[in-house]
Structure formats: structure tokens, C-alpha cells
């Protein structure tokens, strides 16, 4: 058994033509990667370094496949440099480390050799990814926007804006609640499901009018979880 290791480490060698096709492959299948996650990301902001990993990803691990090989000398000697590498990155969503994981395993598939298999394996994968982006795949039915509203600390906030919210939204809930200014205001935050037909302006227009003109800010929700029922 101990012999079999030693001669593994021993006799591989890499194909200049074979490693050439993998890493080329790798590229190239990282680039078609690339520009089907700007394609789903394109009403949403994305990073351009997170663009460019994506498109080096599978030519870096089809690299490393290839210099591994059947050597198990190399495998240990590549598992100690690599867990000696310490990433900082913010944290991704769930569709971003899916993407992470997509580009990996197309060049881990271009660094085995299994060219054709990788390309079909991205093909299929691009494809359905289309799809769900096209057909807004689990996409909420309600556009929920966060309202964060300014008021003075002697107004009673309970109450004052109920009317003003049932009549330009479906929905309101109130959040959080806290004091700014050196406590001398506070700082309303709802989540709002706003009515089709209303006009954002005259909605804002009518709740400056009881906040006494003071900060007012409507945006997209920042966390899905705050979905109201």
C-alpha cells in the first residue's frame, strides 16, 4: 500500500495540452458565469470584484486540480498552503455562495479533464438561472418600502398618522421606535405595502404636514423578513 502511494507521488506529470484546454475551458465558462449573474442581478446593485472572482474562480481550481493530480504529496502540501489563507469578505446572500459554488465546481470538472461534461453542466445551469430571473421565480407579490419619520417628541405618535396611512397604503405596521436629536425627537420606522394608484409625493406631502416638516424617508425594505402578512 505504501508503495502505491510513494509511486502516485512520483510519476504525474501534466499535459501542456490537456492543462491548456481545462484552464481555457475554465475561463471561458467563467466569464459566460459572470455575465448570466449580472443578467439576474440587473435591477439590483452588484459588486465588479465579486464579477471578476466569479470569472477567474473556475480557472484558479482548475489550476489547482491540475497541480494536485494524483500526487498526494501535493494534496497535503496544497491543504496546509490554502488553510494558512485567512478570506475576509462580507457576507453574501444564499444566490451569491450558490454562485461561488457554481463557478467552483465548472472548474473543478475543466481541472479533471471532464471538458464536455463542465460546459453542458454551465449550459444547463445558465439556463434554468434565466428562467427563475425571467419568470421572477418566489418574487413577493407585495412591494414592501421602509418609512422612517421624524417627529418631534411632543407629538403623540400612536395615532396621528393612521389616517394619512389608510388612505395611501394597503398595509402599515410600525416597527421600531427611537429617540434622536439628543432625545429630542423621535424617529418612527414602518413597514408600508404603499397602494398602486397613490402618488409617492402627495403621500410624503401629507405626512410632513403632521410631523411639522421634519425628516421624512421612503425606501425599499432592507431585510425580507420584515414582509408584512
Known sequence: ??????TATTDNTISIGTSML????????????????????R???????????????????????????????RAFSMA???????FRSVPGSAKDIAIVFFAMASGLACGLGYVTFACVFVVIMIVILI?????????????????????????????????????????????????TNMGTMFELSYNVVVKDSVNEKEFIDNLRMRNGNLNISLSVAENDNNNLN
Open 1 to 6: 500500500m505504501f508503495e502505491s502511494i510513494f
Open 22 to 41: 481545462g484552464i481555457g475551458t475554465a475561463v471561458l465558462l467563467g466569464l459566460i458565469i459572470g455575465i448570466a449573474y449580472m443578467f439576474m442581478c
Open 43 to 73: 435591477k439590483e446593485r452588484y459588486n465588479r470584484d465579486f464579477i471578476i472572482g466569479l470569472v477567474i474562480l473556475p480557472a484558479i481550481v482548475a489550476a489547482v486540480i491540475l497541480l494536485i493530480g494524483s500526487n498526494v504529496a
Open 80 to 86: 496546509g498552503a490554502f488553510a494558512l489563507v485567512r
Open 131 to 179: 428562467l427563475l430571473t425571467v419568470f421572477n421565480f418566489a418574487q413577493p407579490h407585495t412591494d414592501i418600502k421602509q418609512l422612517r419619520i421624524t417627529i418631534p417628541e411632543s407629538l403623540n405618535y400612536s395615532d396621528v398618522f393612521d389616517d394619512v396611512m389608510n388612505k395611501f397604503t394597503e398595509k402599515a405596521e410600525l416597527r421600531k421606535v427611537k429617540t
